[in-house]
């Protein structure tokens, strides 16, 4: 009768055994299965959904009931109806603190402002729901805000803002697997843009690829294509094909009922007409159209003049409650004054007294006073005279400290360089290397004999100056492992363990202050003969992209420093393939804080840019990565050192 899927849930609500719990659960889906194809069943069963949830007391359920009720009466064009049931749903998500339907009760209302192209409320609106899809890290709930923010700003010609926003919403729903129709919606969004700009081959181009990925699903979306590829036929004076997607739209909508729909078929039909002197059929489609105008107009018309009648009582009851308070406040006042009388010459007579005593006694302070700030500043300046001191003293300290720093830095720069260059294993490669200060405690390493490379990025406790120094060890240390002749991932990770310890002379992890010193690092051994990857990690796990999916080797929760509970390493192997692309990194580019939100960037996203770049030349990911980076911390300082490598084989 209606959908496959609507009419076995439909079914199951009509059995005695179903719970009322059940069955509220099954209203709200079939009024969102049906919100395009039959708004208005959807709607009946959106009301039964409200009525149960009301009954049940559940919050969820009932906040879903309101907003689905009121996207079916959006889809027919009853935009006061549909307002009422989206406030209803908005008043009880706060009530409750439902912060995801929250979001999309701002996205909701805000469409209702983008059908009645009243683009600026639409963009103030919406932007309310992006923080709340931010915390919840809802992509659902981001893809429509940045959908609507698009068409906002589209309907207001910032065309440049629309796209950004539109292929930010694209990307979301393609990253989250959103359905096919969702995505389908965003890239004919992105062909409105086009047409709007009268690049009507773009848009053609676009909308027909929408149109093939589309046929067969949902219906509203099919009539919204049909009306556009008809538009944009007329426009380039093909009137044939004009005149099919016009009447395919008709059918479609009448079919939904969907009034605007309906309106908006009728317009295109008979434009057609027109252009073709087909003057009766124009003129017979131009008046179905006004009909249906009327109809949308006459239903706006009563919405506000409610909303203005409204106010106005609201208005006059808060003047007549103002005016009674005034009443009694007068009331109120009278009495004061007559006591306030009587009691005048008395408390005036005893203020004088009052304020007699209080100048003697004030006065007798103020010399008090003056004596002690005489007494003050006499202390403090001789303090500055000291800080003076302090403060040459303290300059000539930063001087040195800067000195070993650079010196530090220098040195680590010198180790890090001194390796063996017998070739390149791999076909491209990049490091990010982004230190908090001059330099930092963030390393990469790498070793090359005639069979083997070895690679290291490591991040060691602490910035700048400690930072540098145990980089230092840690590099000085692998060059000895790996000249003995150590291959082995795990084996040099535990040698690498007790060289860190015997330098620091805490091989028993006795001493709390060098106990906290150490490095996390991940470390790669690869045959390049068999191509097989020997992995050992410390906290930082290694990252493989193949075949478009992202893949992880888990790191040991293992640590290289002076701790008294060590266990040993272990190896993960991995048999690469042409193609394959590495990416190791330390924790500080995700750790950073920014943002229009001032929050975390977070791993997921950085794993996202990786990712969605990884077929770009290794060059551009850096550039891509660093931009990326300085545009979110803006004024932000950098909290950590950074350091990020890739390898493509």
């Known amino acids: 009768?209606?959908?496959?899927?609507?009419?076995?849930?439909?079914?199951?609500?009509?059995?005695?055994?179903?719970?009322?719990?059940?069955?509220?659960?099954?209203?709200i889906e079939i009024a969102w299965e049906l919100r395009n194809y039959k708004p208005d069943v959807a709607i009946q069963y959106g009301m039964r959904a409200v009525e149960f949830a009301t009954k049940l007391e559940e919050p969820l359920a009932l906040v879903k009931a309101y907003s689905f009720t009121g996207v079916c009466h959006r889809n027919l064009g009853n935009y006061s109806d549909a307002l009422d049931y989206y406030q209803m749903a908005l008043k009880n998500s706060k009530k409750y603190g439902i912060k995801g339907e929250e979001a999309y009760c701002y996205i909701n209302l805000g469409n209702i402002y983008l059908y009645q192209e009243d683009y600026s409320s639409a963009l103030e609106t919406v932007q309310k729901a992006l923080p709340l899809a931010r915390e919840l890290a809802d992509s659902s709930v981001l893809g429509y805000a940045y959908l609507n923010l698009g068409r906002a700003y589209a309907g207001l010609k910032k065309y440049v803002e629309a796209e950004d926003y539109l292929r930010m919403s694209f990307i979301v729903r393609e990253k989250s697997n959103a359905p096919l129709s969702q995505r389908v919606t965003v890239e004919k969004y992105i062909?409105?843009?086009?047409?709007?700009?009268?690049?009507?081959?773009?848009?053609?181009?676009?909308?027909?690829?929408?149109?093939?990925?589309?046929?067969?699903?949902?219906?509203?979306?099919?009539?919204?294509?049909?009306?556009?590829?008809?538009?944009?036929?007329?426009?380039?004076?093909?009137?044939?094909?004009?005149?099919?997607?016009?009447y395919s739209s008709l059918e479609i909508s009448k079919e939904i009922g969907t009034k605007f729909r309906?309106?908006?078929?009728?317009?295109?039909?008979?434009?057609?007409?027109?252009?073709?002197?087909?003057?009766?059929?124009?003129?017979?489609?131009?008046?179905?159209?006004?009909?249906?105008?009327?109809?949308?107009?006459?239903?706006?018309?009563?919405?506000?003049?409610?909303?203005?009648?409204?106010?106005?009582?609201?208005?006059?009851?808060?003047?007549?409650?103002?005016?009674?308070?005034?009443?009694?406040?007068?009331?109120?006042?009278?009495?004061?004054?007559?006591?306030?009388?009587?009691?005048?010459?008395?408390?005036?007579?005893?203020?004088?007294?009052?304020?007699?005593?209080?100048?003697?006694?004030?006065?007798?302070?103020?010399?008090?006073?003056?004596?002690?700030?005489?007494?003050?500043?006499?202390?403090?300046?001789?303090?500055?005279?000291?800080?003076?001191?302090?403060?040459?003293?303290?300059?000539?300290?930063?001087?040195?400290?800067?000195?070993?720093?650079?010196?530090?830095?220098?040195?680590?720069?010198?180790?890090?360089?001194?390796?063996?260059?017998?070739?390149?294993?791999?076909?491209?490669?990049?490091?990010?290397?982004?230190?908090?200060?001059?330099?930092?405690?963030?390393?990469?390493?790498?070793?090359?004999?005639?069979?083997?490379?070895?690679i290291v990025v490591a991040d060691c406790t602490g910035h700048e100056v400690e930072g540098t120094i145990i980089s230092m060890l840690g590099i000085a240390a692998l060059q000895e492992i790996v000249l003995d002749g150590l291959r082995g991932a795990s084996q040099i990770s535990s040698r690498l363990r007790s060289a860190f310890n015997r330098a620091l002379n805490n091989e028993n992890g006795t001493s709390k202050e060098l106990s906290r010193c150490g490095m996390d690092l991940a470390l790669i051994?690869?045959?390049?003969?068999?191509?097989?990857?020997?992995?050992?990690?410390?906290?930082?796990?290694?990252?493989?992209?193949?075949?478009?999916?992202?893949?992880?080797?888990?790191?040991?929760?293992?640590?290289?420093?002076?701790?008294?509970?060590?266990?040993?390493?272990?190896?993960?192997?991995?048999?690469?393939?042409?193609?394959?692309?590495?990416?190791?990194?330390?924790?500080?580019?995700y750790s950073q804080f920014g943002g229009k939100n001032n929050q975390m960037f977070r791993l997921e996203n950085l794993k996202n840019i990786l990712l969605s770049n990884y077929l770009k030349p290794m060059n551009l990911q850096r550039e891509i990565l660093e931009k990326t980076f300085m545009e979110f911390k803006g004024e932000n300082n950098q909290i950590d050192d950074i350091l990020i490598a890739g390898f493509r084989l």
């Open 262 to 454: 309906i309106r908006n078929a009728y317009n295109a039909v008979a434009r057609v007409c027109f252009a073709q002197k087909n003057y009766l059929g124009a003129a017979t489609n131009y008046y179905n159209q006004i009909v249906y105008s009327d109809s949308i107009f006459n239903e706006l018309l009563t919405q506000k003049l409610y909303n203005v009648q409204f106010s106005a009582e609201r208005k006059k009851k808060q003047l007549r409650m103002e005016i009674i308070a005034l009443e009694q406040e007068n009331h109120q006042v009278s009495k004061v004054m007559i006591i306030a009388i009587s009691s005048a010459v008395a408390i005036t007579f005893f203020l004088a007294v009052l304020f007699l005593r209080r100048f003697h006694f004030l006065k007798k302070a103020r010399k008090e006073k003056d004596n002690v700030i005489y007494t003050v500043l006499n202390t403090l300046e001789e303090k500055n005279k000291l800080l003076k001191k302090d403060e040459l003293l303290l300059e000539k300290y930063r001087k040195d400290l800067n000195f070993v720093w650079q010196l530090s830095a220098a040195a680590q720069k010198l180790l890090r360089e001194k390796k063996n260059k017998n070739g390149n294993f791999f076909s491209e490669s990049f490091v990010l290397n982004m230190p908090k200060g001059i330099s930092g405690g963030d390393f990469f390493w790498n070793f090359e004999d005639e069979k083997y490379g070895i």
């Open 1 to 27: 009768m209606y959908t496959f899927e609507a009419d076995s849930m439909i079914r199951i609500t009509q059995y005695d055994s179903v719970s009322d719990l059940r069955k509220m659960n099954l209203y």
């Open 525 to 589: 051994v690869i045959n390049k003969e068999t191509k097989i990857l020997d992995f050992s990690g410390s906290n930082i796990p290694l990252y493989y992209v193949r075949d478009s999916h992202l893949y992880k080797l888990n790191a040991d929760r293992n640590h290289i420093g002076g701790h008294l509970r060590q266990r040993d390493f272990e190896s993960q192997f991995l048999q690469l393939s042409n193609g394959d692309c590495l990416y190791v990194f330390t924790d500080g580019y």
């Open 191 to 246: 062909g409105d843009i086009y047409s709007d700009r009268q690049q009507y081959d773009i848009a053609k181009n676009i909308y027909v690829s929408c149109y093939k990925k589309a046929k067969g699903s949902e219906r509203d979306l099919m009539a919204d294509l049909t009306a556009k590829l008809s538009y944009i036929y007329y426009k380039k004076q093909m009137y044939d094909s004009a005149l099919f997607f016009g």
